[in-house]
């Protein structure tokens, strides 16, 4: 059993920039790959980014690459999420999830993650 708790949320203006952060229980992290997921009102959950078991390999959706940086810290069972030029358009609940698959059946959907946290608001006005 793994419980993800997402911190960092807040509220900002357009143009600035805040730090997720979602830490692990368990000693199991670094066995999965990490994602960040938000949801938007009436919006169905949508990928953000995504950071492989060892870090190495990040990948982002197209409306948040060159603005937002994943990364992970496995001593401390933490992984994170770096997010600069906020735009009124990143207003969402953000999730962080946990999937345990092997790369080559990983997607960019939010159905077969193994672990969910409870989401962390941010709000950025314009």
């Known amino acids: 059993q793994v419980q993800l708790v997402e911190s960092g949320g807040g509220s900002v203006q357009a143009g600035g920039s805040l730090r997720l952060s979602c830490a692990a229980s368990g000693r199991t992290f670094s066995s999965y790959a990490m994602d960040w997921f938000r949801q938007a009102p009436d919006k169905e959950r949508e990928f953000v980014a995504a950071?492989?078991?060892?870090?190495?390999?990040?990948s982002y959706a197209d409306s948040v690459k060159g603005r937002f940086t994943i990364s992970r810290d496995n001593a401390k069972n933490t992984v994170y999420l770096q997010m600069n030029s906020l735009k009124p358009e990143d207003t969402a609940v953000y999730y962080c999830?946990?999937?345990?698959?092997?790369?080559?059946?990983?997607?960019?959907?939010?159905?077969?993650?193994?672990?969910w946290g409870k989401g962390t608001l941010v709000t950025v006005s314009s």
């Open positions: 950071v492989s078991r060892s870090g190495r390999i990040p």
């Open positions: 999830a946990a999937d345990s698959r092997p790369a080559s059946l990983r997607t960019r959907r939010p159905d077969g993650m193994d672990y």
